[in-house]
Antibody, heavy 118, light 110 residues
Framework: QVHLVESGGGVVQPGGSLRLSCAAS????????MYWVRQAPGKGLQWVAL????????YNGDSVRGRLTISRDNSKNTVYLQMTSLTPDDTAIYYC???????????WGQGALVTVSS | QSALTQPRSVSGSPGQSVTISCTGTSSDVGDYDYVSWYQQYPGKVPKLLIF???NRPSGVPDRFSGSKSGNTASLTISGLQAEDEAYYHC??????????FGGGTKLTVL
């Protein structure tokens, strides 16, 4: 059975940093592209970063590029999202999601709440 | 990369049918048959409802159906039930591993 479990969320001051983790189980993690998708309060879904099974990375837009870094450790079946220079606009629930193929997200984690506030 | 356009809200009475549109561009919805739909209850995790424009994962009732014409994809819910009241999000593949989501639609069952 597939499980995705995020951790590392919390409250951080503007300008601060945070690292989210997503531990995966129940499937061949090393062969799977993984995404981080966030949802700001009352808003829709927005993908922020992805990492392919070949470790290719992509980021969604200039607002996150350079501040967010996605990585994976296949030996630990874990994907990470390092976030720096955080602003209140980064406040959201961050989900990790498994990409079955071409943007088909068949499994999601329970979400990690990140609150950026002074 | 602009978000796909969805109506902010739709509504219908039990037993009726409702359709939620999702409009993109020739670079996403119009270029790929990789449109998916997600159902999300407040405070809950999104759940895959439709994939590859028209396909339902096992366990999803056949009251839910998807279609696409040009740059617009649609989700139709027939025989509306109270439990269908939720948010619905569309998503399209956009090339080079990237995707684009819609802004989400709140469905109210009257």
């Amino acid at each position: 059975q597939v499980h995705l479990v995020e951790s590392g969320g919390g409250v951080v001051q503007p300008g601060g940093s945070l690292r989210l983790s997503c531990a995966a189980s129940g499937f061949t993690f090393s062969s799977t592209t993984m995404y981080w998708v966030r949802q700001a309060p009352g808003k829709g879904l927005q993908w922020v970063a992805l990492i392919s099974h070949e470790h290719t990375t992509r980021y969604n837009g200039d607002s996150v590029r350079g501040r967010l870094t996605i990585s994976r450790d296949n030996s630990k079946n874990t994907v990470y999202l390092q976030m720096t220079s955080l602003t209140p606009d980064d406040t959201a629930i961050y989900y990790c999601a498994r990409d079955a193929k071409w943007g088909l997200f068949d499994y999601w984690g329970q979400g990690a709440l990140v609150t950026v506030s002074s | 990369q602009s978000a796909l356009t969805q109506p902010r809200s739709v509504s219908g009475s039990p037993g009726q049918s409702v359709t939620i549109s999702c409009t993109g561009t020739s670079s996403d919805v119009g270029d790929y048959d990789y449109v998916s739909w997600y159902q999300q209850y407040p405070g809950k995790v999104p759940k895959l409802l439709i994939f590859d424009v028209t396909n339902r994962p096992s366990g999803v009732p056949d009251r839910f159906s998807g279609s696409k014409s040009g740059n617009t994809a649609s989700l139709t819910i027939s025989g509306l039930q109270a439990e269908d009241e939720a948010y619905y999000h569309c998503c399209s593949y956009a090339g080079s591993y990237t995707v684009v989501f819609g802004g989400g639609t709140k469905l109210t069952v009257l």
